[in-house]
């Protein structure tokens, strides 16, 4: 899990792209891994996130014996879901609306999807980047 914060002068789109942009060297790198991986004779690592803008609340959660430094509500939650449409659809790279918005690269819609916790339907996207494989390894 990352967070990419709004403000300190970035804006939206800047943080948006600044995710994508992360993401792809992520994607990037896990390719350069697995290589290695299959030169060795090991089996691939799968790779899959989904990026989506919105308040959140973070920090350490729990008792002092045992805290937990993680993210919390509705767009953690959403993110968590998109992740399992990706996998399901077997997509590596997806983001939500809000960051699709604000891109200046070449996405594609998977369609609207009903999503457990949410009342609406939600509209998720697939950044087609040159490291995409389209597919789960």
Known sequence: MAVFQTG????????????????????REMAKLNEERHAAGAPPLSFGLAL???QI??????AADLLDFTAIGPAVNLA????AIAAENGRDI?????IQADLNMETESLGDFSVKGFAERVAIYECRTSFSTNRRE
Do not use: K
């Open 8 to 27: 300190a002068g970035r804006n939206r789109a800047q943080v948006s792209e600044a995710a994508v942009q992360a993401t792809i060297d992520a994607r």
């Open 52 to 54: 989506n803008l919105g």
């Open 80 to 83: 968590a879901r998109m992740e």
């Open 57 to 62: 609340h973070y920090g350490n959660i729990g």
């Open 94 to 98: 997806v983001v939500s609306s809000e």
